[in-house]
């Protein structure tokens, strides 16, 4: 069955960076809509970023100009590089994936969707950013 593992966590220090990667297996796929998520505690999931196969990105608002998420084919491994990390940016990260997405779906449109637009997810990994 399909599964998806995160790494890369950790506590850091503001203005700090990590690289979180999820790594995807149990389905060779070509076409894809993947994201990541965060959920802060008492606070809902919500989008950071997202790609699709075609290699279109979109960033929600805090993220933008920070973080770059990136998907490398050859591994089958989703990247989120974040910098200059922030305080309110501490949540548990998670990565997100449709395998089969509709073919009129994107990037852009996945994130706005949110959470139901993507039927396969990892276990989280807590990010901690301290001031």
């Known amino acids: 069955q399909v599964q998806l593992v995160e790494s890369g966590g950790g506590s850091v220090q503001a203005g700090g960076s990590l690289r979180l990667s999820c790594v995807v297996s149990?389905?060779?796929?070509?076409?894809?809509?993947m994201g990541w998520f965060r959920q802060a505690p008492g606070k809902e999931r919500e989008g950071v970023a997202a790609?699709?196969?075609?290699?279109?990105?979109t960033y929600e608002d805090s993220a933008q100009g920070r973080f770059t998420i990136s998907h490398d084919n050859a591994k089958y491994t989703l990247y989120l590089e974040m910098n200059s990390l922030k305080p309110e940016d501490t949540a548990i990260y998670y990565c997100?994936?449709?395998?089969?997405?509709?073919?009129?779906?994107?990037?852009?449109?996945?994130?706005?969707?949110?959470?139901?637009?993507?039927?396969?997810w990892g276990q989280g990994t807590q990010v901690t950013v301290s001031s």
């Open positions: 790609i699709d196969s075609d290699g279109l990105t």
């Open positions: 149990g389905y060779k796929y070509s076409q894809y809509l």
């Open positions: 997100a994936a449709d395998l089969i997405p509709p073919i009129y779906r994107t990037a852009i449109q996945a994130l706005r969707v949110g959470p139901a637009a993507f039927g396969y």
